[in-house]
């Protein structure tokens, strides 16, 4: 048909189709990775947080499931059980101790008031004869201590002995008592084991609390305890809570058996922050042992002077490891001397035992018995040298040297030395003291006890062992200032100095 025909007819010709521009395929790779970011947005922490839901919820069933079944077959039960008789076996066995110091009346002597002093804990360990085990620092300087049991039970105790260097006494009431704890071996106790802590915290009788041993062998602590009193430490640290009140309560296994006699917290507070200290019952048993046979005690000694090994020593001497205690001095005719042990020699084990540092010999050697043999090893020039060993027993330096006095001392440091290389360093002297009052003070070098020169603090403690107390104590002092003065104190004629 003709283009006049399709006009006459009213039929038009179709419209042209608009151009559009081909879709790019790089918009399309763009639309794509903006969906995939979308989904990892958004999607899959939905999925994630859906999918952990439903597995927490899946292990929480489980769990509800097989606690059920534990505990209708008694497992649930059987665990908190031993808790229970742990607790059931000792807390009739732990008193509360109480102590009060004796005032008189003014203008009137003959009335003497008793004034509450101090609280801490205690636990019975020999029911017969009425001897019950405490902290030193909970009875030190007490005129009388009231030891409470159960059921509204109070009881006068005597002091029988106390240690102030491993912070233990021990008390006596009149017995039979019907309830007394038994000793474990704190030697078989490893990091995680469980423990309760019995005692009187804050007054609250027999509390009991629950945590592991987190430490052992814990030493060189600044403890206040005891200020003045050169301690020998070997604690056992736990995470069980101990707070003022909880000193001198025992420590127990699961066994229902006293591994430690809790006696320090290590805090900034002063209260509880999850690091309890306890002495092991290792040491406490055996210190015990001798308050109670001979109302003192009897420590082993070796006779020598010792310093840490740091890691310019350990290469110095050819160690394998740092660790160890390097003989600085050896007394003569002393334990060592015997057994052949000479300056420079490096100390590493005793009795079997690993020796880390100075303070772990100390204490591992004033534990075993006096007069016991045993073998010791020890590096020269880089050889390990195994020698036998006769303890001897640490010489006993009277109380005043301490408390009457009010001074202690220590050795002089590995790097330093007086003009005339021998002496002790005073450590501290306490204010308004005999030796503070004498003009002794921190700094200052003993050189002689009397007529006797002094090398180091072995030689002075048996050099004022064998001073007369009464006639004071006689010592030659070198000042900083490079002068030799003599002084005495105490002994008649010196005012109470």
């Known amino acids: 048909m003709s283009t006049i025909e399709s006009h006459v007819y009213g039929f038009d010709e179709p419209p042209p189709r608009p151009t559009t521009p081909p879709v790019r395929r790089g918009f399309l790779v763009v639309l794509f990775v903006l969906s995939i970011l979308a989904l990892l947005v958004y999607g899959v922490p939905y999925l994630a947080y859906e999918y952990g839901y439903a597995w927490e919820a899946g292990r ?18 059987r665990s908190s059980e031993l808790f229970r008789l742990a607790t059931t076996a ?3 066995a732990v008193v509360k101790g109480e102590t009060a110091r004796a005032t008189t009346a003014p203008g009137n002597p003959a009335i003497v008031k008793f004034d509450r002093a101090g609280l801490g804990s205690g636990v019975v360990i020999d029911s017969e004869n009425g001897y019950i085990v405490t902290n030193y620092h909970v009875v030190k300087g007490a005129d009388a201590i009231v030891a409470r ?43 995680g084991d469980w423990v309760l802590a019995i005692g009187s915290p804050f007054a609250l009788d027999r509390t009991v609390t629950a945590g592991i041993i987190s430490a052992t062998g814990r030493n060189n602590l600044p403890l206040p305890n005891n200020p003045g009193e050169e301690a020998y430490q070997d604690f056992l640290q736990t995470d069980a809570a ?18 430690g006699i809790n006696t320090a917290i290590y805090s900034e507070t002063g209260g509880y922050e999850g690091i309890g200290l306890a002495i092991p019952s290792s040491m406490a048993k055996r210190i015990v042992a001798d308050l109670i046979k001979q109302g003192k005690v009897r420590r082993g000694y070796l006779g020598v002077r010792i310093q840490p090994v740091d890691a310019a020593l350990a290469k110095e001497f050819k160690l394998p490891e740092v660790m160890g205690a390097v003989v600085t001095d050896v007394q003569p005719d002393g334990p060592a001397a015997v057994a052949g042990l000479r300056t420079g020699d490096v100390i590493v084990e005793l009795d079997g035992k690993r020796i880390e540092n100075p303070s772990a010999l100390r204490s591992l050697a004033a534990r075993l018995d006096v007069g016991a043999a045993t073998q010791l090893a020890y590096y020269r020039d880089g050889k390990r040298i195994q020698a036998a060993i006769k303890i001897g ?20 440091p590995s790097d330093a030395a007086s003009p005339a290389g021998i002496g002790v360093l005073i450590d501290k002297v306490y204010s308004d003291s005999p030796a503070f009052r004498a003009g002794l003070r921190p700094g200052m070098l003993i050189v002689g006890v009397g007529r006797t020169p002094v090398r180091n603090k072995a030689e002075y403690e048996v050099a004022v062992a064998a001073v007369d107390p009464e006639q004071g104590l006689p010592l030659a002092i070198m000042t900083p200032d490079g002068r030799q003065v003599f002084v005495t104190i105490g002994g008649p004629g010196n005012l109470g100095r």
Request: proline share 7%.
């Open 393 to 412: 027993e640490l010489p006993e330096v009277p109380a005043t040297a301490v408390t009457s006095y009010g001074f202690t001392v220590r050795d002089l």
């Open 242 to 259: 101990i707070n003022p009140g909880n000193s001198g309560g025992p420590l127990i296994n699961l066994a229902g058996k006293v591994v």
């Open 90 to 92: 000792v807390s009739p």
């Open 149 to 191: 049991l159960g059921q509204g039970i109070s009881l006068a105790a005597r002091l029988v002995g106390s240690d102030p260097k491993t912070d233990l006494a021990v008390l006596q009431v009149k017995g039979p008592l019907k309830v007394a704890a038994e000793w474990g071996d704190s030697d078989k106790l490893d990091i």
């Open 60 to 77: 929480s069933r489980a769990a509800v499931q097989t606690l059920a079944k534990l505990e209708k077959e008694g497992v649930v039960g």
